[in-house]
């Protein structure tokens, strides 16, 4: 009996990049440049991983690829910059909560 596999969408791997970014960054009270930063780089991680998905031939001969390939960037680097700063939140609750005890 072999196990079934799994296809996890490989964004979910840069998702988790910048959640622990912001984390680290939090830890060493970084300033939000370097915050914003390594959220862009998760951003430009989760777009080299989905690649083929997003530049694929089918989506290449839409008349309108080039407003498609503006509006990914723009959303992951939206995201990027986003869960990093979750993660900065995230990382500033639970030094707070060590902190306590």
């Known amino acids: 009996m072999s196990l079934p596999k799994i296809n996890i969408p490989r964004i979910l791997y840069a998702l988790a990049v910048a959640?622990?970014?912001g984390m680290a960054c939090a830890?060493?009270?970084a300033p939000f440049g370097?915050?914003?930063?390594?959220g862009l780089s998760a951003a430009a991680l989760g777009f080299w991983l989905e690649r083929a998905t997003l530049v694929g031939p089918e989506t290449?001969?839409?008349?309108?690829?080039?407003v498609i390939f503006a509006a990914g960037c723009g959303f992951f680097a939206i995201m990027g910059?986003?869960?990093?700063?979750?993660?900065v939140i995230l990382g500033h609750?639970?030094?707070q909560q060590l902190a306590r005890r």
Not at 34 to 38: E, H, I, M, Q, S
Not at 60 to 66: H, Q
Request: charged share 20%; proline share 0%; net charge positive.
């Open 19 to 21: 959640i622990g970014w």
């Open 27 to 29: 830890a060493v009270r």
């Open 34 to 38: 370097l915050v914003a930063l390594g």
């Open 60 to 66: 290449r001969t839409r008349k309108d690829f080039y």
């Open 81 to 87: 910059v986003g869960l990093a700063s979750l993660g």
């Open 93 to 95: 609750g639970l030094i």
